[in-house]
């Protein structure tokens, strides 16, 4: 099936037809071009959506909840989500619409040939007709002359009153017109045969040629289109796993939420550690002196701004009471300002803050610290192994250049150190003090469990610098006299190494220095301590992070 054949005679439908097709093309460019600006600008919203949710620094302590992580979560998917459809935007424009460029310029060169091919061929053709036409109408008219000159000759012939003479003139020109006739349709003859002969060539060759580059060219414009469209699902179909894999991550956070989890998130981050309001006593008038409350009774919280617990007496002229009888002041803080975590702490040692609070960020704050010594000491190592190389191998650089960058590391590990420890000792601070908010008979219990041997896990810290009661250790509470702490002789279950000098500062730590070998007799009960005994026979409790453990069990911490 051939255009030249079965549309010999349609060439300006033809052509018309191929301009449509090409006109398509463009068409379904600019089609893509406002697909691929549609999907960039979705995916741009997206993102600006995800980013203008996404929490600011001063919020990210609220998304600690579950619900608020697969919120985050969610968000990052859809942020995924946002990219695939920017991968869509880039490989339809720079792979189908470049392509559909080059084709559509393609193919305006190829018709735009074609067509003069053709207009050369159709004009040849016209030339070698108009050619013909002329030696017909000449033929026409020598034959013309040739029969008037004829008919004139024998009108001569007949009159007997012409003489011989003009007779003869009459015959010459009839002889020349007849020969002139035959000499112009022996032309005619020639022209029409040579215009055949074009004619012919025309149809059956050279135009059918032309018709069929033109039946090509639009056959593969139609190709074209077919793979275009086979790429646009292509892509579309590469991006869809994606998306169905944030699909999933967004199913899957949303199967994260754990209610009770939460619940008791909020404990966590509320819970201010004070004890609940005990009975009030009641005061009696008549007496000139408030009645004074029990031992067993004493004062739920009365706090001052270093977070301390003071033994106070309840009377009738206390200004300290808020709402009914203070029963829901729960939330306040040292001074009793309402505690609230969305505004930023100013004091270092977060003593501003509820005891649980104060111990929640104090330990934020040693992690942080631990973390950044760590990559300190590792950037350390990095900065001792290149001196190594370029002490071995000094053409590659010079040792010393080092030495700035080494003292520099020296001299934030040590600020670094000096933090963690200042911290540490923040954090038996308040381990201390909340301990002395047990009741007197907790504090007997304490004090008879701890004279039987046994090791209970009463959450009872002595004063700032020693670790707390998981240790093992008494230490007295206010008032006692006995307080002399009572240590049992613990083996020896591993040895350490110091990792750095300290200096003990508080009572029941001791000393070390770098490198010091101690034998360990308690491991870290989680407060941070480790108790050791050093080669003089002293012991005392050192700082977990500044020691390398190997217990004779075989694990190393």
């Not at 691929?36 to 919020?59: D, G, Q």
Request: glycine letters at 6%; hydrophobic letters at 30%; proline letters at 4%.
């Amino acid at each position: 099936m051939s255009w030249g054949i079965e549309l010999w005679d349609q060439w300006e439908n033809v052509s018309g037809h191929t301009q449509k097709g090409i006109d398509f093309c463009e068409r379904y460019m600019h089609f893509l071009k406002e697909r691929t600006a549609v999907e960039l600008e979705y995916a741009s919203k997206l993102k600006r959506l995800v980013k203008n949710f996404n929490p600011k620094k001063k919020e990210e302590e609220e998304f600690s909840f579950t619900w608020s992580r697969a919120f985050l979560k969610m968000l990052n998917e859809v942020h995924d989500m946002a990219s695939q459809h920017e991968v869509v935007a880039e490989n339809l424009q720079a792979t189908v619409s470049k392509n559909l460029t080059d084709l559509v310029l393609e193919l305006k060169t190829d018709r735009k040939k074609y067509l003069q091919d053709g207009a050369k061929l159709q004009e040849s053709l016209r030339a070698c007709q108009q050619t013909l036409e002329k030696a017909k109408r000449k033929y026409e008219r020598s034959h013309f002359e040739a029969e008037k000159a004829l008919d004139n000759y024998r009108k001569a012939d007949a009159d007997i009153n012409l003489s011989r003479a003009e007779v003869e003139k009459y015959r010459m020109v009839m002889n020349s017109k007849v020969q002139q006739n035959d000499d112009c349709k022996s032309e005619y003859a020639t022209q029409r045969e040579q215009f055949n002969a074009a004619q012919r060539e025309f149809y059956v060759q050279t135009m059918p040629q032309v018709f069929q580059s033109l039946q090509d060219m639009d056959e593969k414009r139609i190709t074209k289109i077919q793979e275009c469209v086979f790429q646009c699902a292509e892509i579309e179909k590469n991006v869809i796993p994606i998306i169905n894999t944030c699909i999933e991550g967004i199913a899957k956070a949303a199967g994260s939420i754990n209610a009770t989890q939460d619940s008791k998130s909020v404990i966590d981050r509320y819970k201010s550690g004070f004890n609940i309001p005990q009975d009030l006593p009641f005061e009696d008038m008549n007496n000139a002196q408030p009645m004074e409350p029990t031992s067993n009774t004493l004062p739920s919280r009365i706090t001052t701004p270093s977070n301390t617990v003071k033994s106070a007496t309840l009377s009738g002229k206390s200004k300290k009471r808020g709402g009914i009888f203070g029963l829901f002041g729960s939330s306040k803080g040292p001074g009793g300002r309402i505690y609230n975590p969305q505004v930023d702490e100013q004091r270092e040692d977060f003593s501003d803050l509820p005891p649980n609070q104060r111990r929640r960020k104090l330990q934020q704050k040693i992690d942080s610290l631990k973390k950044e010594m760590h990559k300190e000491q590792q950037e350390r190592e990095g900065i001792m192994k290149l001196k190594d190389v370029y002490a071995s191998n000094p053409a590659l650089g010079d040792p010393s250049t080092l030495e700035r960058k080494i003292e520099e590391n020296s001299q934030k590990l040590d600020n670094l150190r000096q933090e963690l420890q200042k911290y540490e000792g923040y954090m038996v601070e308040v381990e201390g003090k909340s301990s002395r908010r047990h009741s007197a008979s907790e504090d007997s219990h304490s004090l008879s469990t701890s004279g039987s041997g046994d090791t209970p896990h009463i959450q009872q810290v002595s004063a700032p610098g020693t670790p707390h009661n998981q240790h093992n250790v008494y230490q007295p509470i206010d008032g006692d006299e006995d307080g002399e702490d009572d240590f049992d002789m613990f083996p020896v279950i591993g040895k350490c190494r110091a990792l750095y000098a300290f200096q003990a500062v508080n009572e029941g730590s001791v000393n070390m220095g770098e490198n010091e070998e101690m034998q360990i007799l308690e491991q870290d009960q989680g407060d941070g301590w480790t108790r050791v005994r050093k080669t003089d026979g002293l012991e005392g409790f050192v700082p977990t992070s500044y020691i390398e453990c190997h217990y004779y069990d075989g694990d190393q911490v």
